[in-house]
């Protein structure tokens, strides 16, 4: 499946204000929200529509709606809650399965300590949202518990993403397509994107700083 850099104007735009140190935890928040949302909109232009017929002003209306596909959102804790409101601003009905995954600081590798998933994930499509893609540890682990649980189709949206997460997700789940603000240079030597964000969680969350 192919990696989808949306390069729309708005979303370079915000993604650009929110590459600022000095930005403050409310505005990190609020535009966090908004670019979940411009690439839900992104992520959903193929969602099934079918013909219905409603009551309108000058009688029988033919309208389109989404053809009851059904759409689970995949927040991974912490940071994933920080797009969680911008998806389902657009998608309002969709069931919340929540992961909470934490990343060894000094290893790097992805711990799970939470996972309460809906049920149906069979005949549901899977949104995963996290700001961040680094190594893509915690990507895959989402994505393999959701296939562990009948998930057959996944997408995952990051607002920012390494070519060497990108390259770990694709290789592990081909079927998984991932749509993003921005594909950045690479990781430092702890892990953290460059020219990236910092640590998402402490941005949205306003708790410390560490590196990045
Ligand atoms: O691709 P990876 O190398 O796995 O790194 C990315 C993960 O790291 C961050 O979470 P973190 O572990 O800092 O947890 P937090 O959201 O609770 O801060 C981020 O939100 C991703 O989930
Ligand atoms: O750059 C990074 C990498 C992992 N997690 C973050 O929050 N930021
Ligand atoms: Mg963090």
Redesign the pocket.
Known sequence: MPVHEIRHPLIRHKLGLMRQATLSTKSFRELAQEIAALLTYEAAKDLPLEPAMVDGWAGPTQVERLAGKKITVVPILR?GIGMLDGVLSLIPGARVSVVGIA?DEQTLQAQTYLERLVGELDQRQALIVD??L?TGGSMVATIDLLKQAGCKEIRALVL?AAPEGIARVTAAHPDVAIYTASVDDG?NED???MP???????RVFGTKQKG?
């Open positions: 940071a990343r700001p961040m680094a920012v990781l892990g953290y994107i990236g964000l910092g640590d998402a969680g402490d990045g």
